[in-house]
């Protein structure tokens, strides 16, 4: 069984999981990183040149500006992946729960609401293969619970 306790683990019990889990978090901050900078600066923020919507008319322009606007929520959340990355590790655990949720809730959003494509935009494969990847890396990730059976905090 894993401690579910490290999901927020303090900084002097530092980083106990699997050094794999660790690189899946870099591996995905990077992909987080490179598709926040698409859709912020891309001229159609990635809607149409990669998921393939429609952008034409003003209702394009709109949805150029929310693509535009994800992007920056993207970058957000690989900022605080790349602090944990780089100086908070004891945070691992937490940084591939919030990708997992990341992930795994547009995946479920797709399905009450999927989009009118034409082909079958990135995301939805990311979202088969990424989901239970992290699924994966936050189950090690966390130490195991005999394993820290001394720590009686």
Same mark, same amino acid.
């Given at each position: ?20 889990s ?10 987080a ?31 150029v ?10 970058? *957000? ?13 004891? *945070? ?22 999927? *989009? ?18 992290l ?19």
């Amino acid at each position: 069984m894993r401690n579910v306790r490290y999901l927020l683990a303090q900084p002097e019990q530092g980083y106990q999981g699997a050094a794999a889990s660790f690189w899946v978090l870099v591996a995905m901050t990077v992909l987080a990183t490179g598709r926040s900078l698409v859709h912020m600066f891309a001229k159609d923020g990635g809607a149409n040149s990669i998921a393939g919507i429609e952008v034409s008319g003003d209702e394009g322009d709109n949805l150029v500006h929310l693509f535009a606007q994800w992007g920056v929520e993207q970058l *957000l959340l690989a900022v605080v992946a790349w602090a944990i990355i780089a100086r908070y590790r004891f *945070l691992v655990p937490a940084a591939l729960l919030l990708q997992l949720a990341d992930w795994g809730l547009r995946s479920v959003i797709g399905e009450f609401k999927p *989009l009118i494509v034409d082909g079958t935009p990135p995301g939805v494969i990311g979202n088969i293969i990424f989901v239970p990847i992290l699924a994966v890396a936050l189950w090690f990730s966390l130490p195991r619970t005999n394993a820290s059976a001394s720590d009686t905090r």
